[in-house]
């Protein structure tokens, strides 16, 4: 069982930046694939991030590339989403997530443990 805890989120301008965490309870921590998604009333859950336990592989979604940065300290049971250049479309709730696999993937039935979410909103 993985228990996961997002933090970071809140209010801020266009074009300001953003860091957020989330961290990961169990000592497999190392094991997963972790991943942040958002979402938006009405909207499906969208995979904005992604990365396997080693760092070797990351997925970004087209509308963050260039803008978000996942990485992961595995020592400290923690993956962070940095988020630079934020527009207003970027508001959401951010949400991180737990897959017990090797491969990255983008699809949020892939994941196994979610975190209860962070409010991102992007002012203009």
């Known amino acids: 069982q993985v228990q996961l805890v997002e933090s970071g989120g809140g209010l801020v301008q266009a074009g300001g930046s953003l860091r957020l965490s989330c961290s990961a309870s169990?000592?497999?921590?190392?094991?997963?694939?972790m991943g942040w998604f958002r979402q938006t009333p009405g909207k499906e859950r969208e995979c904005v991030a992604a990365?396997?336990?080693?760092?070797?592989?990351?997925y970004y979604a087209d509308s963050v590339k260039g803008r978000f940065t996942i990485s992961r300290d595995n020592a400290k049971n923690t993956v962070y989403l940095q988020m630079n250049s934020l527009k207003p479309e970027d508001t959401a709730v951010y949400y991180c997530?737990?897959?017990?696999?090797?491969?990255?993937?983008?699809?949020?039935?892939?994941?196994?443990?979610w975190g209860r979410g962070t409010q991102v909103t992007v002012s203009s």
């Open positions: 997530a737990a897959e017990r696999g090797y491969s990255v993937s983008r699809e949020a039935e892939e994941y196994d443990y």
């Open positions: 990365m396997n336990w080693s760092g070797g592989s990351t």
């Open positions: 169990g000592r497999t921590f190392r094991s997963y694939v």
